[in-house]
């Protein structure tokens, strides 16, 4: 357990040696979705996972403090016990708030693994979309109040700045996540992609579902940095 951007104990779990990698769970999941994956990789890799703010085991503060920047000093906070520069792993916000990370501190971050991820909306129609079903869905799953903050968008920082991200990145998809395909697209365009990883009859969740697949193109992903 460590502290997080404003004191808010932060709960990661860490095994393993070598280069560092560290995984960042998407909104109201917890660090446990990576678990086949880190143990995977955890045979010659450092591997962390944490989960965040209101989710897990983390601590929950109260609204108001669920923003994009607490959550980014959470992952620095993060990446101060499991080394810097380290390879973002991250699914769905998890991988929204890796490329923040990698905008914010290009040289902590030495490639990003996008799993499921989008960079966010330039519309302000579609972000209110977004927003409107963040908070539905708050509702329907009865998170603690506050928490659907972490995954609402209230700006278009990360899509207007992608070119600016120069690590290499790999992009792991579901073959029916229909929602990300399409942001796939936007990162091969903008970003140095070295894979784009499409798995068949799988969606959203492809990280749970096909654990295995993941962790090896992560694996050769990953071989090819060195």
């Known amino acids: 357990m460590i502290d997080g951007h404003d004191g808010v104990r932060i709960v990661t ?3 393993g040696n070598g280069p560092s990698l560290v995984f960042t769970h998407g909104w109201a999941n917890d660090r446990s979705v990576w678990t086949p ?19 897990g085991e983390s601590e929950t503060p109260p609204p108001g403090r669920y923003s994009r920047q607490h959550a980014l000093g959470d992952l620095s ?7 810097r520069p380290a390879v973002l792993i991250g699914h769905s916000l998890g991988g929204y708030l890796s490329l923040a990370y990698a905008l914010e501190h290009p040289d902590e971050v030495s ?6 991820s989008g960079p966010g909306f330039r519309r302000v129609e579609a972000r209110n979309e977004w927003n409107e079903a963040v908070i539905a869905s708050t509702k329907q799953l009865d998170l603690p109040p506050g928490v659907e903050e972490l995954s609402m968008h209230v700006d278009s920082m990360v899509i207007d700045r992608l070119t600016e991200i120069t690590v290499p990145v790999l992009i792991l998809l579901g073959e029916r996540d229909k929602r990300f395909a399409a942001a796939a697209g936007l990162f091969q365009r903008d970003l140095d992609v ?3 990883v499409v ?11 096909a654990a295995h697949e993941c962790a090896d193109a992560i694996r050769s992903f990953g071989a090819n940095l060195e």
């Open 199 to 209: 798995i068949p009859d799988q969606g959203h969740m492809v990280h749970v579902k």
């Open 194 to 196: 070295r894979d784009t």
């Open 77 to 83: 906070a993060v990446l101060g016990g499991a080394g």
């Open 111 to 116: 490639a990003l693994v996008l799993v499921a």
């Open 37 to 55: 994956i880190a143990d995977a990789l955890a045979d010659d890799h450092a591997v962390t996972t944490w989960d965040l703010r209101g989710h």
């Open 13 to 15: 779990t860490s095994r």
